[in-house]
């Protein structure tokens, strides 16, 4: 009798066990979907209001006629007639921190993969041999523009951060984008920029 009670035990707690493993995996699969439907949401919220914030931070500023100097043969250009007439994307590089620069190499990468080296100026107020180290591992960079800090009248320019901005015809910045720690926010800005700009 002691037996059959023991067995009938074991047997109840092996379903009760069952249970309870069936639950919570059950649960882990409902709180994975609640979450990956959370990072969906923040993402596009997130994007709304990069949006908002990068055009209210470009709004009215214009880019004064100025002389940057060619990193491959020292020539100096004016930044108009790098413009031309066109939209441009103007790709800031910094070299403040490595992380930044790795990020800064993938932004690149996509930026003139997506937009087209035609389109993009880029410009650094690096010093030069940070310079020439990004341009050697990224083999898309034909030229980066050197310039002052600040120059280009541009606020956030001041700062040693990259950033990544929209130069229309009227040398007018807009669409004004500093990549924080995420890829997925660089594509959904190139995205961004390449269907409403180009």
């Known amino acids: ?20 493993i069936y639950t919570i995996n059950s649960t882990k699969k409902d709180l994975n979907n609640l979450n990956i439907e959370m990072e969906s949401l923040v ?26 100097t060619s990193i491959q043969n020292r020539s100096n250009k004016n930044f108009n007639d790098l413009i031309n007439g066109d939209r441009k994307i103007l790709l800031r590089y910094s070299s403040g921190c ?25 410009i650094s107020s690096s010093p030069e041999e940070s310079i020439h180290s990004f341009m050697h591992r990224n083999s898309y960079i034909k030229d980066i523009f050197m310039v002052d800090k600040g120059a280009l009248n541009i606020p956030i320019d001041e700062m040693d951060l990259g950033y990544i901005a929209v130069i229309n015809e009227n040398y007018e910045v807009k669409s004004l984008f500093t990549p924080k720690d995420s890829y997925r926010e660089i594509v959904r800005y190139v995205t ?3 269907q409403t700009y180009f």
């Open 1 to 20: 009798m002691i037996k059959i009670q023991s067995i009938i035990l074991n047997i109840l707690f092996l379903f009760i066990t069952i249970y309870f």
């Open 98 to 122: 490595m992380v930044c620069t790795n990020e800064d190499i993938l932004m690149s990468n996509l930026v003139l993969n997506e937009l087209g080296s035609e389109n993009v100026i880029i």
């Open 43 to 68: 993402y596009k919220i997130s994007d709304i209001i990069e949006k908002s914030i990068s055009e209210s931070k470009s709004v009215g500023i214009f880019i004064d006629n100025i002389s940057l």
């Open 192 to 194: 961004h920029v390449k």
